[in-house]
């Protein structure tokens, strides 16, 4: 009879402590916080326009919402990284490239958001 009476006091207070919590919920929240979600920046599609044996020129349609585009490339042989251009303009060349594998990114920055990036893989 003891046991049974202190598993109705644990259920007891188990009830009321439920309650007490989800007053104190109810009455600091009268409706859900707003989910903030992210602003959506696509991946420009860019292209090859024309390749010679020491440049290259990529072209791209222009993304809705873009304030810019980031590009930049590496080449394998020497570990070389060229520093990110940041352009306005749907298009850029880079010349003077020694023969080798490049990878080139690009990517849109959509005011301060940024597109995942795109790469592409080059033999020069």
Same mark, same amino acid.
């Given at each position: 009879m003891k046991n049974t009476s202190k598993t109705g006091l644990q259920l007891m207070l188990a009830v009321v402590l439920l309650l007490a919590v989800s007053m104190s919920l109810q009455a600091g929240h009268e409706k859900p916080p707003a989910v903030v979600t992210a602003v959506e920046?696509?991946?420009? @599609?860019?292209?090859?326009?024309?390749? =010679?044996? @020491? =440049?290259?020129?990529?072209s791209w *349609?222009?993304? =809705?919402?873009? =304030?810019? $585009?980031?590009?930049? $490339? $590496?080449?394998?042989? *020497? @570990? $070389?990284?060229?520093?990110?251009?940041?352009?306005g303009s749907t298009g850029i060349t880079f010349s003077g490239l020694p023969s080798g594998n490049y990878q080139f990114y690009f990517a849109t920055d959509c005011s301060g958001g940024l597109s995942d990036y795109i790469i592409i893989d080059i033999l020069m």
């Amino acid at each position: 009879m003891k046991n049974t009476s202190k598993t109705g006091l644990q259920l007891m207070l188990a009830v009321v402590l439920l309650l007490a919590v989800s007053m104190s919920l109810q009455a600091g929240h009268e409706k859900p916080p707003a989910v903030v979600t992210a602003v959506e920046c696509p991946a420009p @599609n860019p292209g090859v326009t024309v390749q =010679s044996t @020491n =440049s290259i020129s990529f072209s791209w *349609d222009a993304v =809705s919402g873009a =304030s810019g $585009y980031k590009v930049w $490339y $590496y080449r394998a042989g *020497d @570990n $070389y990284t060229h520093p990110e251009c940041t352009t306005g303009s749907t298009g850029i060349t880079f010349s003077g490239l020694p023969s080798g594998n490049y990878q080139f990114y690009f990517a849109t920055d959509c005011s301060g958001g940024l597109s995942d990036y795109i790469i592409i893989d080059i033999l020069m």
